[in-house]
């Protein structure tokens, strides 16, 4: 069954929610800096390696700068910065292995800024999460710490040292708490939550996304159909949809796990597709197959998501 809490960023990927999209190159050694000036950071990609013999090329020798065939993914990015609105990079030391010793690297990283709230609470203190307009849903949670400003006045600085500290299971409870609700609170203690750097003072850090009730959801995994009806005298508008696969679970019954463990996975033409066969219509068929997205990521099985409502005939005839 598909679950609702692992789908909300790739419904807004590709999405008219979008706010922006960026690239960021960054020579090996120097700090990376992503931010969002509305909404949350969300990683698309993030390599280091080089692909190009000009980028970061002055002042470095033919030899350093020769081999274009070089490239590691760098899931770090992601886990440091999903659901920040600014983060920071060091990025000496940050690829999990050196992929082409010998050749000066640099750092690209593409991401997102999709529309969500935000909620910083310090340890000891409540995190109040509220949805004016329907309910909440869960992006992003970590209880410990990723700078040494956030949540700092009064305490000895050694306790602001480690910056790399993620608790393993935020997430969770957080969803538990939260998810479906038009408010709730999350108490921000290692009670709740698993230490993940004894000896750092840490903080609770959440994003969310207020969620419409009317607005639905369809998967299909790889090679089935998706089938989107609306009820008589209703259309379907698409809000957004992605061929790929972004979590592990959906659609994994029988496969390796090698299958299912790329979960940045994104067909960039879904939402073109999508929207071409399906909106203002009353029903529609999507094929959830390489020959209609192409394939955004060879080896890995993927499957359809859609989000969409269904609205009437007259509201439809303002939007075409």
């Given at each position: 069954?598909?679950?609702?809490?692992?789908?909300?960023?790739?419904?807004?990927?590709?999405?008219?929610?979008?706010?922006?999209?960026?690239?960021?190159?960054?020579?090996?050694g120097?700090?990376?800096?992503?931010?969002?000036?509305?909404?949350?950071?969300?990683?698309?990609?993030?390599?280091c390696?080089?692909t190009?013999?000009h980028?970061c090329?002055?002042?470095?020798?033919?030899?350093?700068?020769?081999?274009?065939?070089?490239?590691?993914?760098?899931?770090?990015?992601?886990?440091r910065?999903?659901?920040?609105r600014?983060c920071?990079?060091?990025?000496?030391?940050?690829?999990?292995?050196?992929?082409?010793?010998?050749?000066?690297?640099?750092?690209?990283?593409?991401?997102?800024c999709?529309?969500?709230?935000?909620?910083?609470?310090?340890?000891g203190?409540?995190?109040?999460?509220?949805?004016?307009?329907?309910?909440?849903?869960?992006?992003?949670?970590?209880?410990g710490?990723?700078?040494?400003?956030?949540?700092?006045?009064?305490?000895?600085s050694?306790?602001?040292?480690?910056?790399?500290?993620y608790?393993?299971?935020?997430?969770?409870?957080?969803?538990?708490?939260?998810?479906?609700?038009?408010?709730?609170?999350?108490?921000?203690?290692?009670?709740?939550?698993?230490?993940?750097?004894?000896?750092?003072?840490?903080?609770?850090?959440?994003?969310?996304?207020?969620?419409?009730?009317t607005?639905r959801?369809?998967?299909?995994?790889?090679?089935?159909?998706?089938?989107?009806?609306?009820?008589?005298?209703?259309?379907?508008?698409?809000?957004?949809?992605?061929?790929?696969?972004?979590?592990?679970?959906?659609?994994?019954?029988?496969?390796?796990?090698?299958?299912?463990?790329?979960?940045?996975c994104?067909?960039?033409?879904?939402?073109?597709?999508?929207?071409?066969?399906?909106?203002?219509?009353?029903g529609?068929?999507?094929?959830?197959?390489?020959?209609?997205f192409?394939?955004?990521?060879?080896k890995?099985?993927?499957?359809?998501?859609?989000?969409?409502?269904?609205?009437?005939?007259?509201?439809?005839?303002?939007?075409?």
């Open positions: 069954m598909f679950d609702l809490g692992v789908f909300l960023l790739t419904l807004l990927l590709n999405s008219r929610l979008l706010i922006s999209a960026e690239t960021v190159i960054t020579c090996d120097f700090v990376q800096h992503l931010s969002c000036d509305s909404g949350v950071i969300h990683v698309q990609s993030a390599t390696g080089r190009s013999s980028i090329s002055v002042g470095r020798p033919q030899s350093e700068t020769s081999d274009i065939e070089c490239s590691i993914d760098v899931p770090e990015v992601s886990k910065c999903d659901g920040l600014e920071e990079l060091n990025t000496q030391g940050l690829a999990p292995q050196d992929p082409c010793d010998g050749t000066y690297k640099y750092y690209t990283t593409n991401y997102i999709v529309p969500a709230e935000t909620s910083v609470t310090c340890h203190g409540y995190s109040y999460l509220k949805c004016e307009n329907g309910k909440i849903q869960i992006n992003t949670a970590n209880y710490r990723t700078d040494k400003i956030t949540c700092s006045e009064g305490r000895p050694e306790h602001l040292q480690n910056t790399n500290c608790s393993p299971n935020a997430l969770a409870p957080v969803s538990k708490s939260c998810n479906g609700l038009e408010s709730c609170e999350v108490f921000a203690t290692h009670t709740v939550f698993t230490d993940p750097c004894f000896g750092t003072y840490k903080y609770l850090t959440i994003s969310y996304f207020c969620v419409q009730p607005v959801s369809s998967v299909a995994c790889e090679h089935a159909n998706n089938t989107l009806i609306c009820d008589h005298g209703t259309v379907i508008r698409i809000h957004s949809a992605n061929y790929g696969r972004t979590d592990r679970s959906t659609c994994s019954t029988g496969r390796s796990a090698s299958r299912i463990a790329k979960t940045d994104y067909a960039s033409n879904s939402q073109t597709i999508a929207t071409d066969a399906c909106d203002g219509k009353n529609c068929s999507l094929v959830a197959s390489n020959g209609i192409s394939d955004p990521c060879p890995t099985f993927k499957y359809l998501y859609v989000l969409y409502s269904c609205i009437s005939n007259y509201a439809a005839s303002g939007l075409y």
